[in-house]
C-alpha cells in the first residue's frame, strides 16, 4: 500500500485544515487506518483513528471535539477535518494503514502549523 498525504500548511490558531491520505496498491487486509503526529522533540502519537468499515473511530483527549476523522471507501481516501486549531497542535502528521496481521504502512507525513 503506498499512502500520500495533503492538506497541510501553515494557519492561525482557531483556523481549520483538512488533511486526506490517498491510498494506492493492494488494500486487503487492511482493517484500520489512523492519523498519528510528532512534534519536534516528541514522540510520534496517535491522534485519530477509524477501522476500514468506519463504523469506529476513537480519539487523542486532546483533540476530542476539535478533529474528525473520516474515509471514503470508493475513493480509497481517508481525511481528518481539523478545527479550533491550536498551536499545540503543530507538528507533522502521518497517515498509516494496519493489516489485520499487524503490517503497518506509513505515508511520507504532511506538516501542519499553527500560529498563535
Known amino acids: 500500500v503506498q499512502l500520500v498525504e495533503s492538506g497541510g500548511g501553515l494557519v492561525q490558531a482557531g483556523g481549520s485544515l483538512r488533511l486526506s491520505c490517498a491510498a494506492s496498491g493492494s488494500t486487503f487486509g487492511i482493517v484500520a487506518m489512523g492519523w498519528y503526529r510528532q512534534a519536534p522533540g516528541k514522540q510520534r502519537e496517535l491522534v485519530a483513528a477509524?477501522?476500514?468499515?468506519?463504523?469506529?473511530?476513537n480519539y487523542a483527549d486532546s483533540v476530542k471535539g476539535r478533529f474528525t476523522i473520516s474515509r471514503d471507501n470508493t475513493k480509497n481516501t481517508m481525511y481528518l477535518e481539523m478545527n479550533s486549531l491550536k498551536p499545540e497542535d503543530t507538528a507533522i502528521y502521518y497517515c498509516?494503514?494496519?493489516?489485520?496481521?499487524?503490517?503497518?504502512?506509513w505515508g511520507q507525513g504532511t506538516q501542519v502549523t499553527v500560529s498563535s
Open positions: 498509516n494503514h494496519r493489516t489485520n496481521w499487524g503490517r503497518h504502512f
Open positions: 477509524i477501522t476500514s468499515g468506519g463504523g469506529t473511530t
